[in-house]
């Protein structure tokens, strides 16, 4: 038989399920502007009814309701997208990481200028070709000894801002690698509780929502795989090499290779073997420091190492106007070095504008020596195995650059706006709108009233029947 008190039951069930709901849509407003924050709803659910199936029990009309409870508290997210934006995030912090690089080093090259490496060749090209019409003319032969000192200091203090920007490459892959390492640690922890409370039955809803932010600022970082076992938690590897498993994170460690002046090798921390990375942001920064700075580094120094060998071929060959023969115009082996020797900046006579003719010292007025010099800046076909002047050379490498700049910026526009489409469309399942919570939170509020008032009228009742029940009679 149901009990007299079982509509005070149903009452109070409906009380703590508004209640509930109250909070739960509480909550919701409170972070509504909460980073990653995922929506949550009360799961409303009826009580299992009265009575229970039974050849033994009273006859009745039918099942009776016992009233609701909230079965859970549900996390509304779209999984998927969450697997898009991580995949995203990763080709996103690759281009980010090549983009501000790249940007750099068109800074560092500054091409094309009028303060460029380009401006200065062709300057010291032109003030060649005025030494050929007026070899003996001193003033022409000091701006010749001017325009080489600029330029080389130009060719030596690029290549240094090249070496810095390596080098500052080389403390972000540190510094990344290191947010890598502490974000593996957090999401281990949170793991551990996510484990712990998914094992008793609980839904972490807001301990799965602070994870997956670190997931995927993770993911933007690095190359990852993300798998989830049976108590929602995550093990995460790297090119299938083991990141976070449960509770335990492994860590990546940096160790400086002497084979390359010191810069670092990002290798496991358990194993010393390097990490297999195929994404990124870090694995952006390595691309830039070990392939395009290098590149840049190498080429200039190409540029730098032939035209000292070719240009001092032909300077030695020429004679000065006090008769000096054999010496060298530039010192120096490449573009980290490269300088004006001692004998040019002592002595502008020692120009060699000046071939031997017939035998002789050297004539005063002869500049078809400062002609042959010219040409090897600007029309001898000295590299790429002879098939491009220094000139052509040194613009084919800028013009690389500005390829491989609009091309990372293109391709980051494009992550980032793919990147803002899924999360738009996470957010039309996951966000918060005040709106409809403001909707819900009437909604339970009446509910809750109504609740009330249903308590109140079965009291009354029963006041009726405890207080007027046998007086009749009395």
Known sequence: MRSTFGGLEVGLRALRA??????ITGHNIANADTPGYSRQVANLTATRPYTIPSFQRPATAGQIGTGVEVAEILRMRDEFVDVQIRKESTNQGQWKARQSNLEQLEVILNEPSDEGIAAHLNKFWKNLQELSFRPEDMAIRSVIQQTGIVFT???RHTYSQLQTLQRDIDGQVKIIGGRINSLAQQIAALNDEIGKVTAVGDN????LDKRELLVQELAGLTNISVQTDHLQRYTITISGSLLVSGDHSNSLDFVANPEREGLVDVVWAET???????GGELKGLLEM?????????NALNEFAATLIEEFNQVHAAGYGLNGSHNLAFFSGTGAYDIGITIEIMNDLNNIAASIDVGGGAGAPGNGDNAIRLAKVLNNDFLMNNGTATLTDYYETLIVRLGINAEK?????????ALIHHLQNRQESVAGVSLDEEMVNLIKFQNS??????????V????????????IVGR
């Open 272 to 278: 010393g073997h390097r990490v297999d990375l195929r």
């Open 204 to 207: 972490p809803n807001d301990l």
């Open 153 to 155: 200091d130009m060719l």
């Open 408 to 416: 990372a910026n293109t391709m980051l526009e494009n992550k980032n």
């Open 459 to 470: 009291d009354e009742m029963l006041q009726i029947l405890i207080a007027n029940t046998g």
């Open 18 to 23: 508004q209640q509930l709901a109250l909070e």
């Open 289 to 297: 420091r070990d392939e395009e700075v290098a590149f840049n580094m």
């Open 448 to 457: 809750y009233s109504a609740a009330s008032r249903m308590i109140t009228a």
